[in-house]
């Protein structure tokens, strides 16, 4: 089980951009899935954005569709990602998750989170 610690969060008018990061110690790391799930107050979690170790799987919720970008570089241990063209309804915790099978969850280790807001 790898332990993963988000970064990167923050607040921004509409319109902007953040990049997120997730990082972790384990070299199996590269080999994990790992997602972005969000939780903002009164919502339920959803998992927004997804990759798998070998980058051969890519996933996006419609709700983030053409605006985030999923990365990882296996030689640092980290995933990306890059969130432009944010919105009020992007603020939440985020949070990513790391799993060695499961792409979109439930995921085996997670990290603390980190809040992303967005004004208007």
């Known amino acids: 089980q790898v332990q993963v610690v988000e970064s990167g969060g923050g607040a921004v008018q509409a319109g902007g951009s953040l990049r997120l990061s997730c990082a972790a110690s384990e070299p199996t790391f590269s080999s994990y899935a790992v997602g972005w799930f969000r939780q903002a107050p009164g919502k339920e979690r959803e998992v927004i954005a997804a990759?798998?170790?070998?980058?051969?799987?890519?996933y996006y919720a419609d709700s983030v569709k053409g605006r985030f970008t999923i990365s990882r570089d296996n030689a640092k241990n980290t995933v990306t990602l890059q969130m432009d063209s944010l919105r009020p309804e992007d603020t939440a915790v985020y949070f990513c998750g790391a799993d060695r099978a499961r792409l979109l969850g439930p995921y085996e280790s997670w990290g603390q989170g980190t809040q992303v807001t967005v004004s208007s």
């Open positions: 990759i798998n170790g070998s980058e051969s799987s890519i």
